[in-house]
């Protein structure tokens, strides 16, 4: 069935297309020898076969797809997040590296959050990426994105507990990052369900247990909203009174699991 060759699947990705986020160099030479046009393939968002490689951390591909189309550097998708953004995130340290020695003006990029590779990387939970990136540039730590977000309040998001670990003796106000909503490091932890986190905050600073956000909502009404049943066990251990907590909705911790749906809660 040689229509087979235009194939694609519900996010436009064709056979070439999924061929560079594979890996697999030798089916990509065998499509662009049927169909050449393949090496301007782009799926729904933007992303064309340098970007998609890129994700899987095919170095020897990339090299390759820049043989072929040097302009491929410059690729963006739809929400202008380059290559370098790319490899960051997904930890291809090797891909990153190459990258820059390319476009040292990479190490700039910011996504559509304003998040700088620093951030990212943080998010992301590479320990590795995060001490490459501060090696190469210090002025990072000082990063915020647009929710106000910084370093140490990402990589609590995630439960980068080494991320955090690192992070903190470089700069010890991190402990009291507050973001745009009013969140720190421990609510943020609680919102996202890191007890490791929770604990590891909770040692350095007992009094995180009383912080409140913007909307007066603690960590025992997050773990609520976000059915965290284990913090929700652990917060109410550390503090029983935590059981009428009430934010500034009127909602007590009842009323949040009813709203979210958590019959369990």
Same mark, same amino acid.
């Given at each position: !069935?040689?229509?087979?060759?235009?194939?694609?699947?519900?996010?436009?990705?064709? =056979?070439?297309?999924?061929?560079?986020?594979?890996?697999?160099?030798?089916?990509?030479?065998?499509?662009?020898?049927?169909? +050449?046009?393949?090496?301007?393939?782009?799926?729904?968002?933007?992303?064309?076969? #340098?970007?998609?490689?890129?994700?899987?951390?095919?170095?020897?591909?990339?090299?390759?797809?820049?043989?072929? !189309?040097?302009?491929?550097?410059?690729?963006?998708?739809?929400?202008?997040?380059?290559?370098?953004?790319?490899?960051? @995130?997904?930890?291809?340290?090797?891909?990153?590296?190459?990258?820059?020695?390319?476009? +040292?003006?990479?190490?700039?990029?910011?996504?559509?959050?304003?998040?700088?590779?620093?951030?990212?990387?943080?998010?992301?939970?590479?320990?590795?990426?995060?001490?490459? #990136?501060?090696?190469?540039?210090?002025?990072?730590?000082?990063?915020?994105?647009?929710?106000?977000?910084?370093? #140490?309040?990402?990589?609590?998001?995630?439960?980068?507990?080494?991320?955090?670990?690192?992070?903190?003796?470089?700069?010890?106000? #991190?402990?009291?990052?507050?973001?745009?909503?009013?969140?720190?490091?421990?609510?943020?932890?609680?919102?996202?369900?890191?007890?490791?986190?929770?604990?590891?905050?909770?040692?350095?600073?007992?009094? @995180?247990?009383?912080?409140?956000?913007?909307?007066?909502?603690?960590?025992?009404?997050?773990?609520?909203?976000?059915?965290?049943?284990?913090?929700?066990?652990?917060?109410?251990?550390?503090? +029983?009174?935590?059981?009428?907590?009430?934010?500034?909705?009127?909602?007590?911790?009842?009323?949040? =699991?009813?709203?979210?749906?958590?019959?369990?809660?």
């Amino acid at each position: !069935k040689p229509e087979f060759i235009n194939s694609s699947n519900k996010y436009g990705a064709n =056979a070439f297309l999924l061929a560079a986020l594979g890996g697999s160099l030798d089916v990509m030479k065998y499509l662009l020898q049927l169909k +050449p046009e393949f090496i301007d393939s782009v799926d729904k968002d933007g992303k064309n076969v #340098f970007l998609r490689a890129s994700l899987g951390g095919s170095l020897d591909m990339m090299k390759y797809l820049l043989q072929l !189309k040097s302009e491929f550097i410059d690729s963006v998708d739809k929400d202008g997040d380059n290559v370098f953004l790319y490899s960051t @995130f997904k930890d291809h340290l090797d891909v990153t590296k190459y990258l820059l020695e390319l476009k +040292p003006e990479f190490i700039d990029s910011v996504d559509k959050d304003r998040s700088n590779v620093l951030l990212i990387a943080s998010l992301g939970g590479s320990l590795s990426m995060v001490k490459y #990136f501060f090696e190469l540039k210090p002025e990072f730590i000082e990063s915020v994105d647009k929710d106000e977000d910084n370093a #140490f309040l990402l990589a609590a998001r995630n439960g980068n507990l080494d991320v955090m670990k690192y992070l903190l003796p470089l700069k010890p106000e #991190f402990i009291n990052s507050i973001n745009a909503k009013g969140n720190n490091a421990f609510l943020v932890a609680s919102i996202h369900g890191h007890l490791d986190v929770i604990k590891y905050l909770l040692q350095i600073k007992p009094e @995180f247990i009383d912080s409140l956000n913007k909307d007066e909502d603690n960590a025992f009404l997050f773990a609520v909203r976000h059915r965290k049943l284990d913090i929700m066990e652990y917060l109410l251990y550390l503090k +029983p009174e935590f059981i009428n907590s009430i934010n500034t909705k009127g909602n007590n911790a009842f009323l949040v =699991a009813s709203i979210h749906g958590h019959l369990d809660v």
